[in-house]
């Protein structure tokens, strides 16, 4: 399994390879994401088609309710806290199933790595336009971010263009719920 992301709070928001293993520092962002190791797949599906049967979605939530039970027992989340750990899980885990699918489509890890340090590299009005629903529908900045993964190693092909928007869509959610996990961390 390739495990793609991070939160970490000394940068808000860092996207990188890592282990598994709990960091003795940590103040239990990313606790429900290290949880979810055995069924990120079921998660990021449920997360991202909805069009699982029944059994699958309540499979899913259950995967979850259960890692954010297990971690709010072990880091007593405050009250906001355990639902924003739970959406980071998510969409941590999203993103390691859509990195995968680069990956079985031969993307190179590096070309991977490449979408997400385009993210972090956006400027203040790219990061206002990501936050706009509709910022597929900007043919300019579509084609900005179209050129810099292309650029960057990704196939100019419709599905994986769409994966690597997909990814740096989450990842502007998850920079989102990041600050507000560490508001209500702020707030105990």
Known sequence: ??????????????????AHAQDAGDDGMDCV????????ELVAEALLYGDLSAEELAKSQQAVEA????????????????????ELGQMGSAIDYLSEELLFADVS??????????????????????GNPDWRDDAA????????????????????????????????????????FMLEEDAQ
């Not at 994401?33 to 990120?40: A, H, K, P, Q, W």
């Not at 890692?67 to 405050?78: E, K, L, N, Q």
């Not at 928007?165 to 989450?170: A, K, L, P, R």
């Open 141 to 180: 900045f579509s084609a900005m971010l179209k050129a810099k993964m292309t650029s960057a190693g990704i196939p100019d092909e419709t599905w994986a263009i769409d994966t690597a928007f997909t990814i740096v869509e989450i990842a502007a959610l998850m920079e989102e719920a990041t600050y507000m």
């Open 67 to 86: 890692a954010t039970a297990r971690c709010d027992a072990r880091y007593s989340y405050g009250a906001g806290q355990a639902e924003v750990a739970a």
């Open 1 to 18: 399994m390739f495990r793609f992301l991070a939160v970490s709070l000394a940068s808000g928001l860092a996207l990188a390879g890592v």
């Open 109 to 130: 890890e590096a070309a991977i790595s490449a979408v997400l340090d385009a993210y972090e590299g956006f400027t203040d009005e790219e990061f206002e336009a990501i």
């Open 33 to 40: 994401y290290n949880e979810l190791v055995d069924s990120y």
